[in-house]
């Protein structure tokens, strides 16, 4: 029994021995075809047979297959090079979708940096970021969006002393230095094909759009303020679209032109002008500009304004004319083209921008002679020793929004807009308080930086209420800002 089992083991060893051969065989085999295997991918893969690269079929799927772009209109897009003039309520939309949509190179141009009052409509930029400059805020939040594509950004305003370095007069000076972030090489600077002029002061739109018609670039300008917006691509097919100076041949009047910081703005009103400036570079940009039918040019108008509040959004869209003939940028004989080329003349080839639209604020700050005006200090001392017996009357021109966020006690609120379009009654405007041309108390007027004060106490002594001298007529220097600095830490400034 015993020897029968002990045989039967040996056999059973003997086979485990020979089945263990065989396994490593099999094993030593598999792993040679395995290797073999791989060599022969590595050595036939095929090289990659489409215009795009991978990621790009994943990242712009969804535009991709619309008819107006295709493939031809993303690899348009991947070539171009778009300047962005303006990170602020514009450019912040504008830059995030065009980085979305793949231009290949944006370069953005701004010298402000973050404050927290801009965050409630300039969206590329966090709270996080406040104090960084503008351009490097939104840089950033392009990144995030897009990490793939190239992005330039210059820490200055635009100025005539510096335009011809982003937009060339006519051929790029590639010589001078600039003050570029560190991560962009020289090599990597091109023509731009097309800039955004996303900034809200009349003297630089004249600016950019004068350097685009002598550039020979296509623009695309929009503009928002408090409800309202307009937007319309200029110098577009190039050489033959009107530019800026024949839709606006004549600048606002310097009164009326105010910032998005002075004047107020929705941030969902110039985000929709900011998205629509992106969605017609990105048509510009997709489209083989026709050579023989120009396309009519068009001013689009937007409002979210009514009678003094918000009515329901809507859009118009007026035909332009073309350009004009005696274009002082564009037309055949454009007196421009006669400054010369740049650094030739006074001005660097430019003319005076700011003297062209008025002068801006800059011309009313010194109306009143100093004994007219009084120091919020000693304003403030006779304000609180008023008593019965020696009032005055103290009169607000901000505009009624301003006035109702805060305000000095006792003062009336007349707003400057009224006082430039009131109607006259028995020969005096409806909008003085009732009462004030009969007494002979002193009348002082503040406004929020000191500038309209002055205007309307001009007014008021011209309408004879200073009673041939005999009676103090003047405004508080400096306005609600030097009342909050000096006396009133509360007080709230916008
Ligand atoms: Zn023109």
């Known amino acids: 029994m015993s020897a029968d089992l002990r045989r039967r083991i040996a056999a059973a060893e003997v086979e485990l021995h020979s089945l263990r051969e065989q396994l490593q065989q099999a094993e030593q085999a598999e792993q040679q075809e395995a290797k073999a295997e791989d060599a022969s991918h590595s050595t036939e893969a095929p090289p990659w047979p489409w215009p795009l690269v991978s990621d790009e079929y994943d990242r712009y799927a969804r535009q991709l297959i619309l008819p107006g772009v295709g493939v031809d209109g993303q690899l348009r897009l991947k070539k171009a090079s778009v300047l962005i003039v303006g990170a602020g309520g514009l450019g912040c939309p504008a830059a995030l979708y065009l980085a979305g949509a793949g ?92 800039v955004l002029d996303c900034t809200d002061h009349p003297a630089i739109r004249y600016l950019i759009s004068d350097a685009c018609v002598r550039a020979g670039i296509p623009l695309v300008s929009a503009a928002a303020l408090r409800t309202d917006g307009q937007l319309t691509v200029l110098n577009w097919p190039v050489g033959k679209g009107p530019c800026y100076r024949c839709v ?199 406004c929020r930086v000191g500038n309209d004060s002055q205007v309307v106490t001009r007014q008021l002594k011209t309408l004879g209420l200073d009673k041939g001298g005999s009676r103090f007529v003047g405004d508080v220097e400096g306005g609600i800002l030097a009342w909050k600095r000096q006396v009133d830490s509360t007080m709230p400034f916008v």
């Not at 995030?144 to 635009?158: A, D, S």
């Not at 335009?163 to 731009?192: A, P, Q, W, Y």
């Open 103 to 194: 231009v290949g190179h944006l370069t953005l141009v701004d010298g402000d940096t973050v404050e927290t009052s801009n965050l409630h409509r300039q969206i590329g930029h966090a709270a996080a970021r406040v104090g960084e400059y503008k351009v490097d805020s939104l840089a950033a939040a392009m990144r995030e969006r897009n990490p793939t594509i190239q992005y330039t950004v210059y820490r200055e305003h635009l100025t005539i002393d510096n335009v011809s370095r982003f937009l060339g007069d006519g051929e790029r000076s590639e010589d001078k230095k600039d003050e570029r972030s560190e991560d962009t090489k020289d090599e990597d600077r091109k023509k731009i094909d097309l």
């Open 248 to 446: 606006f041949p004549r600048p606002p009047p310097a009164a009326s032109q105010t910032s998005c910081a002075e004047g107020g703005v929705l941030g969902p009103v110039v985000g929709v002008m900011g998205v629509l400036q992106a969605l017609e570079a990105i048509r510009v940009l997709v489209t083989v500009p026709p050579t023989e039918s120009v396309p009519s040019p068009t001013l689009t108008l937007f409002s979210a304004g009514g009678a003094g509040g918000l009515a329901a959004p809507s859009f118009r869209t007026v035909r332009l004319k073309g350009r004009r003939e005696n274009c002082f940028a564009c037309s055949e004989d454009a007196p421009l083209k006669k400054l010369g080329s740049l650094g030739d003349v006074d001005n660097n080839g430019w003319p005076d921008y700011v003297q062209f639209c008025g002068g801006s604020t800059a011309v009313t700050q010194h109306i009143l002679q100093p004994e007219e005006r009084v120091s919020v200090t000693d304003f403030r001392k006779l304000h609180n020793q008023q008593d019965s017996t020696q009032k005055h009357w103290l009169l607000d021109v901000r505009e009624k929004e301003f006035y109702n966020m805060g305000s000095i006690s006792g003062a009336i609120n007349i707003p400057y807009s009224k006082t430039q379009t009131g109607k006259a009654v028995d020969g005096l405007p409806s909008w003085l308080p009732e009462g004030i041309t009969e007494e002979t108390t002193p009348i002082y007027l503040v």
